[in-house]
């Protein structure tokens, strides 16, 4: 994928590589994923006030969202990024074009090449 700035809207915004048989898993925004990315960020916010924390909460998280339904979209379909944290390995995007123009779902990081964070 490849990543930009938009001006006109101060959203990130990628483009999902390869052609049209090119599927990327997409999980749906719901309760639960939403319960599970606040326990995430609060681990986080713990972490920072006990730095003993051993846990991984960003691991526990990537886990239990990889557990949650999704479906699937094509290359080449567009996105804006939402909501990104260094507590998650998805990022929450709003799809630009397409069929799935306007839906809301959680793509994982390392899905799209993201020069801000490392993510080949």
Sequence with gaps: ????QCSSDGYQ????SGD???????????????SIVDRALQAREE???NLWRTDNFV????????????????????????????ALMYSKVE?????????VGWL???SFDDSRAGYP
């Design 47 to 49: 972490r920072r006030h």
């Design 13 to 16: 915004h990628a483009t999902i």
């Design 95 to 103: 799809f630009e074009s397409d069929s799935f123009r306007g839906q």
């Design 1 to 4: 994928m490849v990543l930009s």
């Design 59 to 86: 691991q526990r998280a990537a886990d239990d969202m990889r557990k949650e339904p999704g479906y699937e979209v094509p290359g080449k379909t567009r996105f804006k990024i939402l909501f990104e944290s260094d």
């Design 20 to 34: 049209s048989r090119t599927r990327v898993h997409v999980l749906y925004d719901s309760p639960k994923l939403q």
């Design 108 to 110: 994982w990081r390392r």
